[in-house]
């Protein structure tokens, strides 16, 4: 796991209890729950068809963008 990035988050006191909470009972770290959680809303929209349209869109839109300012197309 040496390869992982480091970011802060703000909670609500109540959603930070319930972090540690299922933490104790699990017997893992705080960081390993809100890592899981994470892992899994990406992998629910990833397989989202409607998150993937938008996907798709914003980065055609990146990509009109970077050519209109003479950015070469990968």
Do not use: C, I
């Not at 933490?23 to 770290?29: L, N, S």
């Amino acid at each position: 796991m040496s390869d992982l990035k480091t970011t802060t988050l703000r909670l609500s006191p109540l959603l930070f209890d319930e972090v540690r909470f299922v933490a104790d009972v699990d017997g893992v770290p705080m960081a390993e729950v809100v890592r899981r959680a994470v892992e899994e809303h990406v992998r629910a929209r990833r397989d989202d068809p409607a998150f993937r349209a938008a996907a798709f869109a914003h980065l055609e839109r990146l990509r009109k963008t970077g050519e209109a300012l003479g950015e070469p197309s990968p």
